[in-house]
Each structure stands twice: as C-alpha cells, then as structure tokens.
C-alpha cells in the first residue's frame, strides 16, 4: 500500500462556494477512495474510482483521477456548514489488501 | 440496522493495565482493520484480518493484540508494553480485503493516565 498526500492541509471557505482538495501519490495504482471524517468520529467513504475511470461524480462531489500525474482531486460543489471535515485520499495498489491515509484536508465551511 | 459498532465510545485507564477495545460487525465482511489516530494525524493501521481466525500486523502492531474467532467480532488489545496509548481508535471492514472500500466504526477514545 501506498499513502496519498492532501495538499492543501487546510482550506476555508464561504458557505455557497466550491472546495477543492487535491491528493498525489507515487506508484500506480488499482483504485482511488476519498474519505470523510467529521470531528471525533470515523470516517465515511465518499467515491472510489478506478484507475482506468477519469471522473466520477456523486451528488455535490466530482473526483477526477490523472494517472499520468498520479494525482487526483475531489471538488464539493455549492458547499454547506456541515461539510465541514478532514478530508483523505487512500491510493490502493493493484492487489492491495490494506488501505493507508495521509493527515487529510481539513475544510472549513463558514456561514 | 446494520453496521460496525465499536464499544466503549470513551475508555479511562491507569497505566499498566491492559484494556480490550470491542468491534462487531453485521455487514458480513470477511475483512476487519484497525486504526490508531493521533490529534491532526491521519489514520495509522494497527492490524487486519482478512478472514476467520487469520491476522496480520500492520505498521504499528508493538503492543497490541486481536483475535478473530469470529467472522463479527475483531477485539484489539492494548497492552502495557504500549508506550503512548491514549488515541483514538477506529475499527473498519470490508468484503474482502483486497480494493474494496471499508466501512468504519464510530470510534473509542482511550486515555491512559
């Protein structure tokens, strides 16, 4: 397994607008999963996608996935105060059977 | 009501003493993981079972322990011989081990005085 890197560490925005949050990698991967973490509790998967996918979307969320750059990035849309989280990215090797996270993206959504 | 339930949410020890933390699952997931985070940290694997009576060590298994003598139930033990073990533990499982997306538990938090 390998570690993604969020980049930025923190992001804080206005309510209403977009959030972009963007992970890099180093060896070729299987899949890509993006997760959610609220405040002192677990996380919550978001999207997997594939390394032969481009884009996937899911409601508010967009993650795109450049092999070539070995990075992708996960766009909330019209974000709310309670998307208000750290975000992770979690590369997974082709054949890996354990998933390793970085320190995250931590959003902040103000009113 | 299905999911992964981890038990006690908040946990106080004295140094010294071993503690077990719970997770039990009804997703019927042959795999189990569990995580140790840190304040600002992100997530650090502890051990994974990939199924019934099978486990292995993650990154930072010294002073720990697990059993999986159930396919719903994967119990961490933390021993004495770990040397900083208040944190925030977090258990998660998935269908299989390899790929899939896990599905985590609400968490414990352990502090050890």
């Known amino acids: 397994s390998q570690q993604g890197e969020e980049d930025p560490q923190a992001l804080s925005i206005q309510e209403g607008e977009n959030a972009t949050m963007n992970c890099s990698y180093k060896?070729?991967?299987?899949?890509l999963q993006w997760y959610r973490q609220n405040s002192g509790r677990g996380l919550v998967h978001l999207i997997l996608i594939r390394s032969n996918e481009r884009e996937k979307h899911s409601g508010r969320l967009r993650v795109t996935l450049d092999t070539s750059k070995k990075s992708s990035s996960l766009l909330i849309t019209a974000s709310r105060a309670a998307d208000t989280a750290s975000y992770f990215c979690a590369p997974v090797t082709g054949g890996g059977n354990k998933l390793t996270f970085g320190t995250g993206t931590q959003l902040k959504v103000e009113l | 009501d299905g999911g992964i339930t981890q038990s006690p949410k908040y946990l106080f020890r004295k140094e010294g003493q071993n503690v077990t933390l719970s997770c039990e699952q009804n997703?019927?997931?042959?795999?189990m993981y569990w995580y140790r985070q840190d304040p600002g940290q992100g997530l650090r694997l502890i051990y994974y079972s990939q199924i019934v009576n099978d486990f292995q060590k993650g990154d930072i298994a010294e002073g720990y322990s697990v059993s999986r003598e159930k396919k719903e139930s994967f119990p961490l033990t933390v021993t004495s011989a770990q040397k900083n073990p208040t944190a925030f533990y977090l258990c998660a499982s998935s269908i299989q081990a390899v790929s899939y997306e896990q599905y985590f538990g609400p968490g414990t938090r352990l502090t050890v005085t």
């Open positions: 997703l019927n997931h042959d795999a």
């Open positions: 060896t070729s991967i299987n899949n």
